[in-house]
């Protein structure tokens, strides 16, 4: 009788141990997602002033090419994070509700996690590669 409870008792943590933890895993890509997005505005306005000091350069010149590329990059920034968000919207419903298999749940998740951290580091890229060629 002994041996069934240590087996039950083993059963029992091995369970609890190996669940996965989605809410945390949720809160985790959301972080991330809020820790740039409050930087969007600054990516449009970035990309103005990059964008104003081009036109002043003659247009043919390597410089102006290459502000011209930084504007580039901030916008697709902007719009990776419209994209991810957008994104997010129409497909975490299943997910997020719970309504998912566990492993289907818990791979959104870590897709999802790969791709706001993409989207994170472009915006955080960009913007430091911006504030450097402005100063």
Known sequence: MKRVWVILLMVGMVACGS????????????DAHDEVMPKMGQLVK????VLAKANELDSASVEASELKSLATD???????????MHDWSDKSGPFVNGEAKSDEIT???????K???KVKSDINASIAKAEKVLQ
């Open 19 to 30: 669940k996965v933890d989605h809410e945390a895993m949720k809160d985790k890509v959301l």
């Open 46 to 49: 970035l990309k103005k002033q």
């Open 74 to 84: 901030l916008e697709n920034a902007y719009q990776g994070m419209m994209s991810w």
């Open 107 to 113: 791979a959104f998740y870590e897709a999802e996690q």
């Open 115 to 117: 791709k706001v951290d």
